[in-house]
């Protein structure tokens, strides 16, 4: 492993959704990025394999030239998260790799950051996934990144939309699958048009994992699925801060 690299060579892999995507960043730089969209299915275990040996073509590169496998790690589909893991310890271990594991919620935060211009550092992000029925799996980001929650399943019925949410002095930015669920009871909310992250939305995150050594535990890496719900999470919306 290579660990005192200034620009490390990840390779990203985006399978949490319905989008399958993968990307290669030599530190904030991206070389390539290759991915489609099926919204209807998974074509994850098709395209999957199919797309990493295309962005290792484009960029002129081995697996073993790598230094670092990342990987979005959930919430979001079962299937998808599950290949993805599998894949990324495929490609990691025999080549010594350190796995870079890192949120979904997190990467759809970074995708409205790219796409909302307008943004403030005070202002909110509010990321949220579908979970199917009345659920999603949601967090809450500021404009810079920053996290205020986290990654949670809710409820929309049970879970009020926080009530000082339109009385505040910031925006609220919603992005994901899920927000089109809360706009009834939110009317208010600043909707980025853009459903699912690609993997180029985890080079910032990757980056910051890489060095401070934050390597996943390769053998026993499982996806965040959150399917269970918790007690004590926080409301849908905003933190009570």
């Not at 967090?139 to 949670?152: C, K, Q, W, Y």
Request: aromatic share 8%.
């Amino acid at each position: 492993m290579r660990f005192y690299v200034l620009t490390p060579k990840i390779l990203l892999l985006e399978t949490s959704s319905h989008r399958c995507d993968v990307a290669i960043a030599e530190g904030k730089t991206l070389l390539a990025e290759c991915g489609s969209l099926d919204p209807k299915g998974y074509q994850h275990a098709e395209k999957l394999h199919v797309y990493i040996q295309e962005v290792l073509t484009s960029a002129n590169l081995r697996v073993s030239d790598l230094d670092a496998i990342a990987v979005s790690a959930g919430p979001g589909s079962y299937t998808g998260l599950r290949i993805g893991v599998v894949s990324a310890k495929g490609l990691a271990q025999p080549h010594s790799l350190p796995i870079l594991a890192y949120s979904s919620l997190e990467a759809l935060g970074e995708a409205a950051r790219e796409l909302a211009p307008n943004l403030h550092a005070h202002d909110r992000i509010w990321a949220a996934m579908d979970a199917r029925r009345m659920e999603v799996y949601s967090a809450v980001f500021t404009g810079n990144g920053e996290r205020l929650s986290p990654d949670a399943p809710q409820l929309l019925e049970e879970m009020p939309i926080h009530a000082s949410a339109s009385d505040a002095d910031y925006k609220v930015y919603g992005v994901g699958d899920g927000v089109a669920k809360a706009l009834a009871s939110w009317p208010n909310l600043r909707v980025v048009p853009i459903e699912y992250a690609s993997a180029r939305h985890g080079i910032s995150m990757a980056l910051r994992a890489f060095e401070a050594k934050d390597f996943a535990d390769t053998a026993a890496l499982t996806p965040a699925y959150l399917k269970a719900y918790r007690a004590g999470s926080p409301k849908l919306g905003l933190p009570n801060t």
